[in-house]
């Protein structure tokens, strides 16, 4: 008896506790900006700020002086119109932040689940900070069984090589690993007959790239985290690597931590926002995170469902500065939401320094953003000196005759037709190449190569029969060519050594 009331105070006071805690992170989000957060009964929508997010803004970066425009940054003044750019097709998604204060809320409570003891040391093996990887240097040879790495030549710039005939590709069976594939991404489930865009390689150029194999993979990653975090191309490359660390087959010893991350569907939204994985037998968690601009997107009016949307350019996505401290590598990207179709269909408005920004150029804007978070990120990896920071460069189009709206078309199915090497240096981002230069942030750059890939796109084959929309020269057939990007995010990190 006196046991289970003992018990029953002993649950009450953890709920106490647990009040307390909240109240006090609530309060403390009411101090930083007492007019923006108000407590409503849970039925309203809470009014939430876009000033407040979790981390450092980026502000240095846009520093922007109000009232000064000659001190503006070149981006913020009111320069050229915007150029219509073409856009995918899968572009509507205004109610894709259905639920803000939700999502608010789980970010500003992000912090909660961190488990108390050394949340903050990071597991690389060895100490040695990102900026100091010997280059140079020659490594061979295993270390007690379970590291071993082999790196011929770590200067060596992967997005240089070639394509080649390999029949160990795929790594996994497009028609099998649907624990992990999109449906619409699973070539192998649609009406297309030809897969010869499956067996191939990429071979880079003068230097021997280490082999990727899931289980080396998780070995390695011990304890460890990868998140990606972008657009649709960003969740295609996290799909591809989940089949390729699980080989395609149905595993058990996964389980989905999307909770730990605030990775929750949230009422009326189609899908979450994100996933999270866990291979436990490793503790090995990999996860996507669906940020298309790679900046923090906070609605205007937050109790309107369908108002408009702040796209702070010059603040990471909250997610990513809340959750930082967990992550051991990061792959981020941003591309295709650049374009005046997406931001009118997502209601996004441009803003930088807290204020709508009257430059409207949006090629502009996509320069200062990348410039941006990358900056930020590279600021970060002070604090954190074993983290991974990697740039993937802009996944290439191929509509031909047209754009996506405009009855274009990607047809070919002959691999490799344009040829099947690539010798020139930073291949066709700009944008990118430019804004990783000089920082600790690596470069995937996988332009150039997926480039010579045109056969590998969705194209025009579905599982149902067609509708009349056009085809899809934008995303990839999985097993594809996001394969490769993991496998040279694999041989980059293991030329990173430690790894
Ligand atoms: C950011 O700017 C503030 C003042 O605007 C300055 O004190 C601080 O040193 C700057 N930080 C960095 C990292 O440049
Ligand atoms: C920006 O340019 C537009 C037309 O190009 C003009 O109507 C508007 O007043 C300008 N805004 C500012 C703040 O200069
Ligand atoms: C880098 O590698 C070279 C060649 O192995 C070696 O001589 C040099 O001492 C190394 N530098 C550091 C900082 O480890
Ligand atoms: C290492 O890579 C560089 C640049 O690709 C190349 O010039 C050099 O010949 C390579 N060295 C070896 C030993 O492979
Ligand atoms: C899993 O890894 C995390 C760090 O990423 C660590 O904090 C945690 O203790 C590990 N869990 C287990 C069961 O090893
Ligand atoms: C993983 O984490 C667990 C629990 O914190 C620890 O016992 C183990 O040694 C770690 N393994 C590695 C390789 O860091
Ligand atoms: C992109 O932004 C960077 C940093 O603000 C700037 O130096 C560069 O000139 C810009 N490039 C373009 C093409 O606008």
Redesign the pocket.
């Known amino acids: 008896m006196k046991g289970s009331i003992l018990r029953l105070r002993a649950t009450k006071l953890s709920l106490i506790l647990i009040t307390v805690v909240c109240t006090t992170f609530l309060l403390w989000g009411w101090d930083k900006s007492p007019f923006l957060v108000s407590l409503l009964p849970k039925s309203q929508s809470l009014k939430l700020s876009p000033d407040i997010f979790i981390g450092s803004p980026m502000k240095n970066i846009s520093a922007v002086p109000k009232k000064d425009a000659d001190n503006l940054p070149y981006f913020a003044k009111n320069e050229t119109s915007d150029k219509h750019e073409g856009y995918d097709k899968r572009s509507k998604r205004g109610d894709r932040y259905g639920n803000y204060a939700i999502l608010f809320l789980l970010s500003k409570l992000c912090y909660l689940y961190e ?1 108390g003891e ?1 949340s903050k040391e990071k ?1 690389w093996d060895a100490s040695v900070p990102v900026n100091s990887v010997n280059t140079s240097s020659v490594v061979t040879g295993k270390k007690k069984g379970t590291v071993s790495y082999h790196v011929k030549n770590q200067t060596c710039d992967f997005s240089k090589g070639n394509w080649i005939a390999d029949d160990n590709r795929p790594f996994y069976s497009g028609g099998r690993c649907l624990q992990w594939l999109s449906e619409m991404w699973a070539c192998r489930l649609t009406d297309r007959t030809d897969f010869s865009f499956e067996k191939f390689r990429w071979q880079p150029k003068d230097c021997e790239m280490e082999e990727f194999s899931g289980k080396k993979f998780l070995r390695r990653m011990r ?3 990868l998140a990606f975090i972008g657009d649709s191309l960003g969740r295609q490359q996290y799909q591809s690597l989940m089949c390729m660390v699980s080989g395609g087959r149905l595993s058990n010893d996964v389980i989905d931590v999307g909770k730990e991350y605030g990775l929750v569907k949230a009422r009326g939204a189609i899908r979450p926002d994100g996933w999270a994985h866990r291979f436990t037998r490793t ?1 090995t968690t990999i996860l996507f995170y669906w940020s298309a601009c790679l900046c923090d997107l906070q609605p205007v009016n937050p109790s309107d469902k369908n108002s408009e949307v702040a796209m702070h350019l010059d603040r990471p996505p909250s997610f990513l500065s809340c959750y930082l401290d967990k992550f051991d590598v990061i792959v981020l990207n941003t591309g295709h939401h650049w374009n005046k179709g997406k931001f009118d269909g997502n209601h996004w408005v441009m803003h930088v320094g807290g204020v709508p920004n009257p430059n409207k150029n949006v090629a502009e804007a996509k320069n200062f953003t990348v410039h941006s978070i990358v900056k930020w990120v590279d600021s970060q990896l002070l604090q954190h000196p074993k983290l991974r920071v990697f740039y993937r460069s802009l996944s290439p189009r191929h509509f031909f005759n047209g754009d996506w709206n405009s009855g274009g078309t990607c047809d070919n199915i002959n691999p490799l037709s344009k040829g099947k090497e690539v010798l020139k240096e930073e291949s066709g981002d700009p944008v990118a190449a430019s804004a990783v230069k000089g920082t600790n942030v690596k470069y995937l750059d996988i332009t150039a190569l997926s480039e010579l890939r045109d056969e590998g796109h969705i194209s025009r084959y579905t599982i149902k029969p067609r509708q009349a929309s056009g085809q899809d020269c934008l995303h990839w057939c999985l097993p594809g060519i996001p394969d490769a990007w993991n496998e040279i995010l694999f041989g980059q990190l293991s030329a990173l050594g430690r790894f």
């Open positions: 488990d050394n597991l304890n460890k985290t503790n």
